[in-house]
Structures are given as C-alpha cells and as structure tokens.
C-alpha cells in the first residue's frame, strides 16, 4: 500500500509517500480501506518529532479514517466485510490501509458520505469526552471554546448548542467569527483585538464561563482561571501556547474551580472503546438529525499532505482538512 512516511522529522516537506507493507489485522481489529483521512494538529507534532505514537500503534500519521472494511482479525463478530465506517485510531490514517480495534469504531451515521465521515471520529470523541463525560456541561451554562473555528471548536460549538448550553468562542478573525455564530455560538471574541476575559464578563453579568475548552496551554493558563465562574471546570487539550505556566491556586481555591489536562491518543483500548460508544449513542443521533455536521475546510490527495500540513499550520481554514487516497 501506499502511506505517508516521516524518515526524518521537520518541516512539512518531512512528509514522504512510500510503498509499504499492508498492515493485517490482529485479533480483535477489523482492516479499513481508507477513503479519506482527517489532519489534525496531533499530526503536525508528530511530523515535527514532538509527538511520538504510543507504543504499538502504527508509524504513520492519522488518527481518523473512514473506509470500508476488507479485513476481519480473529475475534470480530460486530462488524462484516463491506461494512461503511469510520474510526478513532492511534495513528496510521494517512495511507490506502489501516488496522484498528473493533471497539473503535463508528458506523457512518446516515446523511454524512463515507468520504466526509472522517472528519468527525477525532473530533467527535474529543469533545464528547472532555466537554461532557469530564467537565459534565449542563444545559445552561456557559462554555467558552478557544479556537472556536477549528475543527474541535465547530464541533464543540454545535453539540454544546444542540444541549442547550450558552456558547461563547474566540478566533482570529471576523469571518471564522461569523461561522461561529452560524453555528450557534451567541459570544463571538476575537482575541487579536478583544481581551476575552473582559467581553465574557461583560456578556455574563460578571459570572464567566462554567467550562472552558482550551487548545493553548500556558499561554492563556492565568487568564482562564479568572474567566471562570465559581464551581468552573477549565479543560486543557492542547499547548499550542507552551507547556509551563503559573497556576494562582488562591484563585482556584476562591473560585472552587478545577484545572483538568486530558489527552485522547495515549489511552488504552478500553477507555477509548468507551467513548467510542458514548459517542455514538449521544453524538451520532445529532449527526442524523442535521443538528450537528462536520465542517470540512478543504480535502487534499493523499500525496498532497505537506499542502494539507501548511494549511494547518497558517491557521486560516474553518473546520477541518481532510487528505483523500
């Protein structure tokens, strides 16, 4: 099969398609042929060798796929050869082949085509399992997405909708504002000119968001906790502003909140077979009903991912990119 190889880490240049032996399937994994993969920012670190994958699971990037299945591994007997899906991986989306466990697996939910579906298992399980299954947002409350025009944040921003919570966002320019607000979002911040701390309080009476989803780390790490409200979960995904930062545990401990740092790619098997299904009895009905879609920016041949790489990396697309074998 053909994937997309890293020899060397660096730059997106670094990306390299190859021939490669395909992959067969262990015991309890099922073989999908890939017809479309999804690029996400975990991607570009590993290309970068800051992210390594966990031990076990393929060399190559990707962590969503949709496909068909061409291959059953012993011990499969809820899935059947020709079967549409989609998946959550560990890695090793970007090629013609790839192996994944049974339990990580979704049906393409109806009304989305095969090739689309890949743009929603990352991010669906993403969302699901830190904004609801950790942070436990209520209808009601108010949640502020940062990064609210990328894939993460439109998916964030439609379930939270579809649940009846108010929504709030940041993003960096009028027009991924303006998609933020066609999602459902009510407070639109644009945080090159707007201090977002500021506007949400005054958009809330003073109280701030019950949960916060934030992609940037320390950079926004002391500015978060005062943009939360008493009881306030802030829920760190990712450190696109750096790992190290201050924490004012006075602050945290007046306001009764809590900082949680979650990753997805490094849990076991089980836990990911978990919000897989929680993901599909939850999120998937939503799907089918039109109140939640995948918001796809733009789709690159496979051979193509260093294009599909500096797209994500100049941050001006909405939604998200997907690379088509």
């Not at 466990?101 to 298992?121: F, K, N, T, W, Y």
């Not at 894939?151 to 009028?174: C, E, F, H």
């Not at 005054?202 to 906790?225: F, H, P, S």
Request: charged share 15%.
């Amino acid at each position: 099969m053909l994937a997309i190889t890293i020899p060397e880490p660096g730059a997106a240049d670094a990306l390299v398609v190859a021939e490669v032996p395909d992959p067969q399937p262990g015991a309890g994994e099922v073989r999908v042929r890939v017809a479309a993969a999804g690029v996400n920012r975990a991607d570009v670190m590993q290309r970068m060798g800051r992210y390594p994958p966990p031990p076990g699971a393929p060399a190559y990037p990707g962590l969503e796929v949709s496909g068909v299945i061409d291959a059953l591994g012993p011990q499969v007997s809820s899935w059947a050869i020709g079967d549409e899906v989609c998946a959550l991986l560990s890695g090793g989306g970007y090629a013609q082949l790839v192996c994944v466990p049974a339990g990580q697996l979704l049906p393409v939910p109806e009304g989305i085509s095969l090739r689309d579906a890949a743009a929603l298992p990352e991010v669906a399980c993403t969302v699901w399992s830190n904004v609801f299954l950790t942070a436990n947002l209520q209808p009601a409350e108010t949640i502020l997405i940062h990064g609210g025009s990328s894939g993460i944040g439109t998916m964030a921003i439609q379930l939270a909708v579809a649940l009846g919570a108010r929504v709030a966002v940041t993003a960096g320019s009028a027009a991924k504002l303006e998609v933020c607000r066609e999602l459902g979002a009510e407070i639109a911040i644009n945080y090159r000119d707007q201090d977002f701390v500021a506007e949400l309080a005054a958009a809330t009476a003073g109280q701030g968001a019950d949960v916060i989803l934030d992609n940037m780390g320390a950079k926004y790490l002391a500015r978060n906790v005062t943009a939360l409200a008493d009881g306030g979960r802030l829920v760190v995904i990712g450190l696109q502003g750096g790992a190290r930062g201050e924490l004012d545990l006075a602050a945290l401990l007046t306001k009764r909140a809590a900082v949680i740092a979650t990753s997805l790619r490094a849990r076991p098997p089980a836990e990911k077979a978990t919000i897989v299904a929680a993901v599909r009895e939850h999120v998937w009905p939503l799907v089918a009903a039109g109140a939640v879609r995948p918001v796809i920016h733009e789709r690159f041949a496979l051979a193509d991912a260093a294009a599909a790489h500096r797209a994500l990396e100049a941050s001006q697309h909405i939604g998200k990119l997907l690379l088509v074998p």
